[in-house]
Protein backbone atom coordinates (compact mmCIF):
# COMPACT_ATOMS: atom_id res chain seq x y z
CA UNK A 1 0.00 0.00 0.00
CA UNK A 2 0.71 3.30 -0.87
CA UNK A 3 2.17 5.49 1.91
CA UNK A 4 1.01 8.72 2.69
CA UNK A 5 2.26 11.30 -0.09
CA UNK A 6 3.57 15.05 -0.32
CA UNK A 7 4.45 17.10 -3.00
CA UNK A 8 6.57 18.58 -3.83
CA UNK A 9 10.04 17.67 -1.40
CA UNK A 10 11.45 20.58 -1.61
CA UNK A 11 10.96 24.30 -2.55
CA UNK A 12 12.58 27.32 -2.49
CA UNK A 13 10.78 30.36 -3.26
CA UNK A 14 11.16 34.25 -2.56
CA UNK A 15 9.27 36.25 0.11
CA UNK A 16 5.67 37.39 -0.63
CA UNK A 17 5.33 34.66 -2.55
CA UNK A 18 2.70 32.04 -2.22
CA UNK A 19 2.96 28.71 -1.42
CA UNK A 20 0.98 25.39 -2.16
CA UNK A 21 2.03 22.03 -0.27
CA UNK A 22 0.06 19.08 -1.18
CA UNK A 23 -0.79 15.64 0.11
CA UNK A 24 -2.39 12.46 -0.36
CA UNK A 25 -3.22 10.41 2.63
CA UNK A 26 -3.83 6.69 2.91
CA UNK A 27 -6.72 5.27 1.81
CA UNK A 28 -9.50 4.41 3.97
CA UNK A 29 -7.59 7.12 6.68
CA UNK A 30 -10.39 9.70 7.31
CA UNK A 31 -7.80 11.71 10.11
CA UNK A 32 -5.23 14.36 8.25
CA UNK A 33 -2.80 16.49 10.17
CA UNK A 34 -0.30 19.22 8.94
CA UNK A 35 2.91 19.47 10.89
CA UNK A 36 5.20 22.04 10.50
CA UNK A 37 8.95 21.27 12.09
CA UNK A 38 11.74 23.31 12.74
CA UNK A 39 14.61 23.20 14.37
CA UNK A 40 14.04 25.94 17.58
CA UNK A 41 9.87 25.09 17.80
CA UNK A 42 10.43 21.23 17.35
CA UNK A 43 7.25 19.34 15.62
CA UNK A 44 4.30 21.90 15.73
CA UNK A 45 0.26 20.20 14.62
CA UNK A 46 -0.68 23.50 12.30
CA UNK A 47 -4.54 21.47 11.88
CA UNK A 48 -6.28 18.81 12.00
CA UNK A 49 -8.94 17.21 9.58
CA UNK A 50 -11.63 14.63 10.51
CA UNK A 51 -13.59 13.35 7.47
CA UNK A 52 -12.49 16.10 5.44
CA UNK A 53 -13.67 18.37 8.04
CA UNK A 54 -11.05 21.25 9.92
CA UNK A 55 -11.61 19.96 13.61
CA UNK A 56 -9.11 22.09 15.06
CA UNK A 57 -7.06 24.93 13.15
CA UNK A 58 -5.11 26.45 16.28
CA UNK A 59 -2.59 25.92 15.20
CA UNK A 60 -2.33 27.71 12.16
CA UNK A 61 0.18 30.76 12.88
CA UNK A 62 -1.95 32.99 11.48
CA UNK A 63 -3.94 34.23 8.71
CA UNK A 64 -1.34 33.78 5.77
CA UNK A 65 -1.98 29.72 6.74
CA UNK A 66 -5.01 28.06 5.26
CA UNK A 67 -5.34 24.35 4.67
CA UNK A 68 -8.28 22.70 2.97
CA UNK A 69 -9.49 19.10 2.37
CA UNK A 70 -11.81 19.40 -0.68
CA UNK A 71 -12.06 15.50 -0.37
CA UNK A 72 -10.78 12.09 1.60
CA UNK A 73 -8.47 11.72 -0.67
CA UNK A 74 -6.22 15.43 -1.16
CA UNK A 75 -5.31 18.04 1.61
CA UNK A 76 -3.52 21.27 0.86
CA UNK A 77 -1.25 23.99 2.40
CA UNK A 78 -1.10 27.37 1.46
CA UNK A 79 1.11 29.98 2.83
CA UNK A 80 0.50 33.75 0.98
CA UNK A 81 2.16 35.30 1.37
CA UNK A 82 5.32 33.55 2.63
CA UNK A 83 7.73 34.61 4.69
CA UNK A 84 11.42 33.62 5.84
CA UNK A 85 10.19 32.69 9.20
CA UNK A 86 7.73 30.11 7.40
CA UNK A 87 11.38 28.08 6.35
CA UNK A 88 10.49 24.57 7.86
CA UNK A 89 9.39 21.14 7.29
CA UNK A 90 5.95 20.34 6.99
CA UNK A 91 4.71 16.86 7.22
CA UNK A 92 1.26 15.63 6.31
CA UNK A 93 0.21 12.66 8.26
CA UNK A 94 -2.99 10.37 8.59
CA UNK A 95 -4.65 7.94 10.79
CA UNK A 96 -8.03 6.33 10.99
CA UNK A 97 -10.73 7.20 13.35
CA UNK A 98 -11.30 3.94 15.28
CA UNK A 99 -7.85 3.18 15.80
CA UNK A 100 -5.21 3.14 18.21
CA UNK A 101 -4.03 7.05 17.31
CA UNK A 102 -1.20 5.70 15.18
CA UNK A 103 -0.06 8.54 12.62
CA UNK A 104 1.41 7.33 9.46
CA UNK A 105 3.77 10.80 8.00
CA UNK A 106 4.50 11.51 4.73
CA UNK A 107 8.47 11.82 4.00
CA UNK A 108 7.66 16.26 4.36
CA UNK A 109 7.84 19.13 2.33
CA UNK A 110 11.10 21.36 2.71
CA UNK A 111 9.89 24.96 2.42
CA UNK A 112 12.74 27.54 2.19
CA UNK A 113 11.63 30.91 1.86
CA UNK A 114 14.56 33.65 0.30
CA UNK B 1 -3.34 18.78 28.86
CA UNK B 2 -1.19 16.25 27.80
CA UNK B 3 2.65 16.67 26.94
CA UNK B 4 5.53 14.90 26.83
CA UNK B 5 9.31 15.48 27.98
CA UNK B 6 12.60 14.15 26.61
CA UNK B 7 15.19 15.13 29.03
CA UNK B 8 18.02 14.22 26.53
CA UNK B 9 18.49 16.03 23.89
CA UNK B 10 21.25 14.15 22.44
CA UNK B 11 22.75 11.28 23.35
CA UNK B 12 25.89 9.46 22.14
CA UNK B 13 26.58 5.43 22.30
CA UNK B 14 29.09 3.05 20.76
CA UNK B 15 28.08 0.31 18.09
CA UNK B 16 27.11 -2.71 19.75
CA UNK B 17 26.36 -0.60 23.27
CA UNK B 18 22.50 -0.45 24.77
CA UNK B 19 20.66 2.39 24.72
CA UNK B 20 17.56 3.61 26.62
CA UNK B 21 15.83 6.68 25.62
CA UNK B 22 13.48 8.45 28.77
CA UNK B 23 10.15 9.41 27.89
CA UNK B 24 7.77 11.15 30.44
CA UNK B 25 4.41 11.96 29.81
CA UNK B 26 1.52 13.74 31.02
CA UNK B 27 -2.30 12.81 30.09
CA UNK B 28 -5.26 13.01 32.66
CA UNK B 29 -6.57 9.73 31.00
CA UNK B 30 -5.55 5.99 29.74
CA UNK B 31 -2.75 7.02 27.40
CA UNK B 32 -2.13 5.49 23.88
CA UNK B 33 1.95 6.12 23.70
CA UNK B 34 4.34 6.20 20.42
CA UNK B 35 7.95 5.92 19.93
CA UNK B 36 8.75 7.28 16.28
CA UNK B 37 12.12 7.87 14.41
CA UNK B 38 13.20 10.10 12.05
CA UNK B 39 16.38 9.46 9.76
CA UNK B 40 17.93 12.58 8.47
CA UNK B 41 15.99 13.93 5.38
CA UNK B 42 13.00 11.48 6.17
CA UNK B 43 9.34 11.20 7.71
CA UNK B 44 8.63 9.98 11.31
CA UNK B 45 8.55 6.04 10.95
CA UNK B 46 6.22 4.14 13.42
CA UNK B 47 8.60 1.87 16.26
CA UNK B 48 6.33 0.81 18.59
CA UNK B 49 2.94 1.95 20.45
CA UNK B 50 1.28 0.85 24.05
CA UNK B 51 -2.31 1.33 24.05
CA UNK B 52 -3.16 -0.92 26.20
CA UNK B 53 -1.87 -4.87 27.66
CA UNK B 54 1.53 -6.61 28.53
CA UNK B 55 3.86 -3.15 29.89
CA UNK B 56 6.27 -4.09 27.66
CA UNK B 57 5.97 -3.55 24.22
CA UNK B 58 8.22 -5.08 20.88
CA UNK B 59 8.79 -2.73 17.87
CA UNK B 60 10.46 -2.79 14.79
CA UNK B 61 14.17 -3.05 14.28
CA UNK B 62 15.21 -4.33 18.12
CA UNK B 63 13.81 -1.64 19.82
CA UNK B 64 11.43 -2.39 22.60
CA UNK B 65 10.02 -0.17 25.71
CA UNK B 66 8.17 -0.36 28.87
CA UNK B 67 5.23 1.30 30.13
CA UNK B 68 5.76 1.92 33.90
CA UNK B 69 1.84 3.87 35.09
CA UNK B 70 3.65 5.05 38.36
CA UNK B 71 6.44 6.77 36.74
CA UNK B 72 4.17 8.16 33.87
CA UNK B 73 7.01 7.06 31.70
CA UNK B 74 7.21 5.01 28.32
CA UNK B 75 10.90 4.51 27.77
CA UNK B 76 12.96 3.07 24.86
CA UNK B 77 15.53 0.36 25.11
CA UNK B 78 17.85 -1.07 22.46
CA UNK B 79 20.26 -4.24 23.88
CA UNK B 80 22.76 -3.29 21.19
CA UNK B 81 23.15 -0.71 18.57
CA UNK B 82 23.66 -0.15 15.04
CA UNK B 83 25.27 2.55 13.11
CA UNK B 84 21.93 2.56 11.52
CA UNK B 85 20.30 3.71 14.51
CA UNK B 86 21.36 7.45 14.41
CA UNK B 87 18.64 9.06 13.99
CA UNK B 88 16.19 11.48 15.80
CA UNK B 89 13.67 10.01 17.99
CA UNK B 90 10.30 11.12 19.24
CA UNK B 91 8.09 9.93 21.96
CA UNK B 92 4.21 11.16 22.00
CA UNK B 93 0.63 10.66 23.57
CA UNK B 94 -2.35 10.49 22.66
CA UNK B 95 -5.84 8.89 22.90
CA UNK B 96 -9.34 9.50 23.38
CA UNK B 97 -11.66 10.34 21.04
CA UNK B 98 -9.34 12.78 18.88
CA UNK B 99 -6.77 11.21 18.00
CA UNK B 100 -4.90 14.41 18.57
CA UNK B 101 -0.59 13.47 19.42
CA UNK B 102 1.63 15.39 21.76
CA UNK B 103 5.04 14.70 20.84
CA UNK B 104 8.13 15.36 22.61
CA UNK B 105 11.18 17.84 21.68
CA UNK B 106 12.88 14.51 20.44
CA UNK B 107 16.33 12.58 21.09
CA UNK B 108 19.03 12.81 18.58
CA UNK B 109 21.16 10.07 19.22
CA UNK B 110 24.66 9.72 17.38
CA UNK B 111 26.32 6.13 17.43
CA UNK B 112 30.37 5.92 17.33
CA UNK B 113 32.01 3.21 15.83
Known amino acids: DAGVIQSPRHEVTEMGQEVTLRCKPISGHNSLFWYRQTMMRGLELLIYFNNNVPIDDSGMPEDRFSAKMPNASFSTLKIQPSEPRDSAVYFCASSATGGTGELFFGEGSRLTVL | ?113
Do not use: M
Not at chain 2, 9 to 21: F, K, N, Q, R, Y
Not at chain 2, 29 to 55: E, M, N
Not at chain 2, 85 to 96: I, L, N, P, Q, R
Open chain 2, 1 to 113: AQSVTQPDIHITVSEGASLELRCNYSYGATPYLFWYVQSPGQGLQLLLKYFSGDTLVQGIKGFEAEFKRSQSSFNLRKPSVHWSDAAEYFCAVGGGGDYKLSFGAGTTVTVRA
